[in-house]
């Protein structure tokens, strides 16, 4: 399955970005290779829209499961529509803590 998480900068020790729209960069981690791809966001200074066109990347690359601190309405409604989870943490966090997380529980 292949997780999408929020991320302040481009490496596995960024802390955790708790903008969805909005972060810096994404980290692409696919648990049936154990690999991470980063992103970074061109939308970010976007002056509107910036969620609804980050959540149709997020469904390009071929993301289940999107991590972030919050979603907006319009992404949250077209991460809804193509059944993409969306797991809210509030905590800071860094990018390699959450794929930790995520190894331990499968």
């Given at each position: 399955m292949k997780t999408v998480i929020t991320s302040t900068g481009n490496d596995i020790k960024s802390p955790f970005d708790k903008r969805f729209g909005r972060a810096a960069w994404f980290c692409v981690y696919?648990?049936?290779?154990?690999?991470?791809?980063?992103?970074?966001?061109?939308?970010a200074d976007s002056n509107h829209g910036a969620g609804t066109r980050v959540s149709e990347?997020?469904?390009?690359?071929?993301?289940?499961?999107?991590?972030?601190?919050?979603?907006?309405?319009?992404?949250?409604?077209?991460?809804?529509?193509?059944?993409?989870?969306?797991?809210v943490i509030a905590e800071e966090e860094t990018v390699e803590s959450i794929i930790n997380k995520l190894k331990n529980k499968k």
């Open positions: 696919d648990d049936a290779t154990d690999k991470t791809t980063f992103h970074e966001n061109k939308f990347e997020v469904v390009e690359w071929g993301v289940q499961k999107a991590i972030s601190g919050d979603f907006g309405p319009k992404a949250k409604d077209l991460l809804e529509k193509f059944k993409i989870q969306m797991v």
